[in-house]
């Protein structure tokens, strides 16, 4: 099972596991060795731990670039981070502006170093060229406050200590305390001031903490340095990098010319001037300062006066400045001798006694003549035995006046470098050609000197080395160890060019362009003769999103934001060359889409017009509402019951609510109610108006009941009471038969009535009618039919078809 999972998973499937044949090999020959206690799987959990751990580090890499992709292109998380890092500046300041009352003008210096620690890539270790980082340990330099990695700025110190003390160049090696310079300002160190251990900005804290709501690298508590130069106060803001601000305390001072009563002021800017006239007397003597009230010495007078030379021969204007000046004649004055005059040039003081009297020597020095100071020294006649220019020989010529010739003996000189010797005159030097060979202090070239002593000079050829900036090469002479940091600057530029950041040469690769606050000035690349207010950005502009306001068809305006450029997924099918190549992410083009249709809502009234309904623009047209048409039919009694639907007005005055051609014909029987007593139906299909008169035949019985007549149904059921009597009766004598056994002597039994039995329910009051729903009708009781004892049959003209009476059926 242990195998079977390990077979299963990622790791080893890359690395097969071993086989315990290849863990127990051994060589031919050789002595057998003791079976390895060393599991089956150790080599596939080992191989399969070492993926997992790649694994994790590339997906912490790919997390950490994907995050700081999305943090560098989202403008909501710069704006948070603008505004955090203003809490901060203005939580140090605050001790610092309370004290000026809110001025921070004199914080603009500290204040961009501070905007460098915040600001990535902004500091930048100048010895190995990168970026340095809140958790890292650092240096600041106090001559420059430039910022380093400590463990580079101690190897630096330790690789200049080395090389200031060579042993190929100091004798002393190791024995003098040489300083150490600072790679950029050049600000020079004890050794023993070599840091070794990581401070903040003031130096109260070792090893300080990270605090996202501090100063990289700041302590967070009060700096307390003394300011420079110094006045007594301590620097108040929070622990910070770059200069010390100027002391903000308030003193009482009186100006320079001490005339002025005392003011208070700024402690930075105690020194000051009360602008009047100085007063104080010049170096001439003669006249006071009139400068305004100044600081230091007063300046040489600048006013012009007669004045003698030293001499005092010639009186000339000159500055008050420089009373004193020697004319240009000659002194002339008779010496003590009387002899001779004073060659000097206008002086002061006595000129001093004849330079010919008292006791002289000869040239060569060897014999002295007391004679007058009109005579000259005669030579002595001797040897002049003086040191000639090659230090070794001496004049051979008698005491003679002027410089001795060159030594020309011939001598046995050895050369310079010691390795060849040749007989030649004194005072030629002799250098061989040999060249020397020795290896220079920069431990690169050789000498190559003529004749060289052994001192060989400092290489003279330029070093000449890439710097680590990758742009300039090292213009110092050939050295050994690393060479120094660029000391050049660059200017990182946003894209307008406005807003400038220097950077050290070589970050403007890595280093973030800064942050420009002027609006984009590109044209628009859209339609609109605008673009939207946005900052100035590096790469293409934002899709614009103003509203289109393209004209359509219709006439409205787009209101949809713009879409000149929109980006829209390829669509093409791309063919794989086989299994191997894997799908690439789907592909964007740019292109100008179409303005979508117009969704302007517009009042529409349906086919039927029985609403208004609102439809948008792009399909606003007549329209069905799935309701009945409703229009009145041509039979005037019926509605259309066709769904709503065009109908077309044959003329203009014609009523909207009649109906059209397009609506249905009426093809209904006529429903309108029948004349009293016609059973027939209208000939006629449904129709306007009233139904025509019903012709038709009506066969009845007559009141005997023996004969059929055939009367139109017009006639029956528009006659009276009376004329239905006669129209019913066949003029024949009745039938029938009295109580008595007698035909009765009338024609008609209903003749000897009062009247004919009135057809409808109204007329059936006072009989023992009963309907179907055994409700009691009432009927009058007939007195013939009575004294008969016979039922008459009751015609009904409504929908009652049958009726019981005393039992007995009526048939209608």
Request: aromatic share 4%.
């Amino acid at each position: 099972a242990a195998g079977g999972a390990s077979r299963g998973s990622v790791g080893a499937s890359r690395v097969p596991s071993p086989t315990p044949g290849a863990l127990c090999a051994q060589r031919p020959g050789a002595e057998p060795r003791r079976p390895l206690s060393v599991p089956f799987e150790w080599c596939e959990l080992s191989s399969q731990k070492k993926f997992d751990e790649i694994k994790k580090a590339n997906q912490a890499a790919a997390r950490k670039l994907a995050e700081e992709q999305f943090s560098s292109s989202s403008e909501d998380d710069d704006e948070d981070a603008e505004i955090k890092q203003g809490k901060i500046l203005a939580k140090t300041f605050t001790i610092y502006t309370n004290q000026t009352d809110g001025d921070a003008s004199e914080l603009e210096r500290t204040r961009q170093y501070m905007n460098e620690a915040f600001q990535s890539g902004a500091m930048t270790c100048l010895i190995c060229i990168a970026s340095v980082k809140r958790n890292q340990a650092v240096w600041s330099c106090c001559g420059c406050f430039c910022i380093f990695h400590l463990v580079c700025i101690q190897k630096w110190a330790k690789d200049s200590l080395f090389l200031v003390s060579s042993p190929l160049t100091d004798d002393d090696f190791g024995k003098k305390d040489y300083p150490w310079p600072c790679p950029k300002c050049r600000f020079e160190y004890k050794r023993s001031e070599t840091p070794n251990k990581y401070y903040c900005y003031c130096g109260k804290v070792e090893n300080p903490t990270v605090d996202p709501w501090l100063v990289p690298h700041s302590c967070g508590q009060i700096c307390e340095k003394e300011f420079k130069p110094p006045c007594g106060h301590k620097c108040l803001l929070l622990c910070h990098p770059g200069p010390c601000p100027p002391c903000p305390k308030m003193v009482t001072t009186s100006c320079h010319c001490r005339k002025a009563k005392p003011v208070p002021r700024r402690c930075s800017a105690k020194e000051w001037s009360c602008r009047l006239p100085c007063g104080r007397m010049l170096l001439c003597g003669q006249h006071t300062c009139e400068n305004p009230c100044h600081s230091g010495d007063c300046q040489p007078c600048p006013r012009v006066s007669k004045q003698r030379c030293i001499c005092g021969r010639q009186t000339a204007e000159r500055l008050c400045a420089s009373p004193q000046w020697q004319c240009e004649q000659v002194c002339g004055k008779a010496l003590p001798c009387g002899n001779h005059t004073c060659e000097q040039v206008c002086h002061a003081g006595p000129c001093g006694d004849c330079p010919r009297s008292g006791k002289r020597s000869c040239p060569c020095g060897k014999s002295k003549f007391t004679l007058p100071c009109t005579e000259d020294v005669p030579t002595c006649g001797d040897s002049c035995d003086k040191v000639l220019e090659c230090g070794i020989h001496k004049c051979l010529q008698r005491c003679h006046r002027g410089p001795c010739e060159i030594c020309r003996q011939e001598v046995e000189k050895q050369c310079r470098c010691g390795k060849h010797t040749k007989r030649m005159p004194c005072h030629k030097p002799y250098l061989c050609e040999t060249k020397c060979t020795k290896i220079r202090d920069c431990q690169k070239h050789q000498c190559r000197r003529k004749c060289c002593p052994g001192n060989c000079p400092p290489c003279d050829q330029v070093c000449g080395r890439t710097l680590g900036c990758r742009n300039h090469k090292c213009p110092s002479g050939c050295h050994r160890g690393s060479c120094n940091p660029c000391p050049e600057t660059v200017d990182v530029k946003c894209n307008c060019g406005k807003t400038v950041i220097k950077v050290p040469c070589g970050r403007e690769r890595t280093i973030k362009p800064p942050k420009c606050k002027q609006l984009c000035s590109r044209p628009p690349t859209c339609h609109h003769p605008t673009q939207e207010k946005h900052y100035c950005h590096f790469g293409r502009c934002p899709p614009c999103r103003q509203s289109c306001q393209k004209t359509l068809t219709c006439g409205h305006l787009c209101p949809v934001s713009c879409h000149d450029e929109a980006l829209v997924k390829q669509t093409g099918i791309h063919q794989f060359a086989g299994p191997w190549e894997q799908p690439s992410e789907p592909a964007f083009i740019q292109t100008v889409l179409p303005c979508p249709p117009c969704e302007v809502p517009i009042p529409v009234e349906c086919f039927g017009q029985h609403e208004v309904s609102p439809l948008p623009c792009h399909s606003a047209g007549p329209y069905s509402c799935k309701r009945f048409c409703g229009r009145l039919l041509s039979c005037q009694n019926h509605t259309c019951m066709k769904e709503c639907h065009h109908v077309t007005k044959i003329n203009s005055n014609a009523d909207g609510k009649k109906a059209g051609p397009e609506c249905l014909q009426c093809e209904e029987e006529c429903t309108k109610p029948r004349p009293l007593g016609c059973p027939h139906r209208c000939v006629l299909p449904c129709h306007p108006g009233d139904c025509p008169s019903c012709l038709q035949m009506l066969k009845i019985k007559c009141h005997c009941k023996l004969s059929a007549l055939y009367i139109e149904c017009l006639k029956l059921t528009s006659a009276d009471v009376k004329e239905k009597d006669l129209l019913t009766s066949c003029k024949n004598q009745c039938p029938k038969q009295v109580s008595s056994g007698h035909q009765s002597p009338h024609l008609i039994l209903d003749q000897a009535a009062q009247g004919p039995i009135q057809l409808g329910l109204e007329h059936l009051q006072g009989w023992g009618i009963h309907n179907l729903s055994g409700q009691p009708v009432l009927v009058p009781h007939h007195s013939l039919c009575k004294e008969l004892k016979i039922l008459p049959k009751v015609y009904l003209q409504d929908n009652i078809s049958e009726y019981f009476i005393h039992g007995l059926t009526v048939e209608a």
